[in-house]
């Protein structure tokens, strides 16, 4: 079946420029995620969809960042007025997150898109 | 803070050479961690531990956990050249209901025939 597919896989933006990168999660999947991974370091949480509801935007490093999933499936992110240090390839992950007394199960494995790189000009 | 440390960041070996690749984490609420291997761009999902001792293993590649000593090793025996990536290791941060990874830095390998 399909995996996580991302799209653009590559973008290019001059600075002050909005972007908006695209997230399909695997069918059915309940729990979406995006990352940030900037070079040479290891992912970095930025925001949480169950569903349609965002429940963690925590990671999200300003107000430029805005994140939306409306019909709980494809998630969108957008950065608005792009700044050099945006430059980074941004991961999404979904998992099917069958939650139970409130708790994430063991084996809710997160399944990740190949990401969009982003490069700010 | 929750935090996940690996080392060395970066290594290089010959085809057939075996590999320790270290994780050492500090996860509040700790349930479980993940290696994952990253080619290219998707990180792919490798091991799940969770209990203290038990050694997972696929083909030529085997990890254990141990949990006193907060610390995870993944080992890969007779390297590939297929075997060249990023491999991460991630702690999950479930206190929200739900498992938000906390990665470390990555291990980047790279084996040469």
């Known amino acids: 079946g399909a995996g996580v597919s991302q799209s653009p896989r590559y973008k290019v933006a001059k600075r002050g420029q909005d972007v908006a990168l695209r997230c399909d999660p695997i069918s059915g999947h309940v729990s979406l995620f995006w990352y940030q991974q900037a070079l040479g370091q290891g992912p970095e949480f930025l925001t949480y969809f169950q569903n349609e509801a965002q429940l963690d935007k925590s990671g999200l490093p300003s107000d430029r960042f805005f994140a939306e999933r409306p019909e709980g499936s494809v998630s969108t992110l957008k950065i608005q007025r792009t700044q050099q240090e945006d430059s980074a390839v941004y991961l999404c992950?979904?998992?099917?997150?069958?939650?139970?007394?409130?708790?994430?199960?063991?084996?809710?494995?997160?399944?990740f898109g190949p990401g969009t790189r982003l490069t700010v000009l | 803070e929750d935090k996940v440390v690996q080392s060395p960041l970066s290594l290089v070996v010959h085809e057939g050479d075996t590999v320790t690749l270290n994780c050492s984490y500090e996860?509040?609420?700790?349930?479980?961690l993940l290696w994952y291997k990253q080619e290219k761009k998707a990180p792919t999902f490798l091991f799940m531990l969770t209990s203290s001792g038990i050694e997972k293993k696929s083909g030529r590649l085997s990890s254990i956990l141990d949990k006193k000593e907060l610390f995870s090793i993944l080992n890969i025996t007779a390297t590939q050249t297929g075997d060249s990536a990023v491999y991460l290791c991630a702690g999950p941060d479930d206190s929200g209901g739900y498992n938000k990874l906390i990665f470390g830095a990555g291990t980047r390998l790279a084996v040469h025939p």
């Open positions: 996860v509040t609420n700790f349930r479980s």
């Open positions: 992950a979904s998992s099917l997150a069958v939650l139970g007394s409130g708790r994430a199960l063991l084996t809710d494995t997160q399944y």
